[in-house]
């Protein structure tokens, strides 16, 4: 019904934030090392909550479940299915939410594990 509105407002806050650091980095620009910027690693979250957001949401217009005319979401039309619209965001959309970014942070992990392998190595040939 309206699952995909949860990650969409994560991918909102994650956009903003992502302008400041991005910005905040470029201030302190001093560093000339090979490391992938913070900035670059949340767009990566950007991108997977935004396509993963825009994909849900067509298939709820695909099945009739979101629509151009006021409420919008066909779930608002009835205090019953508008509580059940509300369990389903609290539940599969805040998981779905939470398992992007999770993902997300195994994908960030991993890239520092390689920058620090790549720094390892690099100091072992110049030494």
């Known amino acids: 019904m309206a ?16 302008k400041i650091v991005k910005n905040k ?3 302190e620009e001093s560093s000339s090392e090979k490391k992938v910027p913070f900035s670059h690693k949340l767009s ?3 991108t ?4 993963g957001s825009a994909l849900l949401a067509f298939e709820h217009i695909w099945h009739g479940e979101v629509t151009p005319w006021f409420p919008f979401l ?7 299915s508008a509580s059940e619209m ?17 993902v997300w942070g195994v994908m960030v992990g991993v890239s520092s594990v390689l920058e620090k392998r790549t720094d390892r190595d690099t100091a ?3 030494a």
């Open 25 to 27: 980095e470029k201030k």
């Open 124 to 126: 072992e040939e110049t």
């Open 48 to 51: 997977m909550l935004w396509g």
């Open 86 to 102: 509300f369990r389903e965001m609290a539940t599969n959309g805040v998981l779905m939410a939470v398992l992007v970014t999770a």
């Open 44 to 46: 990566w979250l950007n």
């Open 74 to 80: 066909t779930a608002m039309s009835t205090p019953e």
């Open 3 to 18: 699952c995909f509105v949860v990650p969409a407002a994560e991918a909102v806050v994650t956009t903003v934030v992502s």
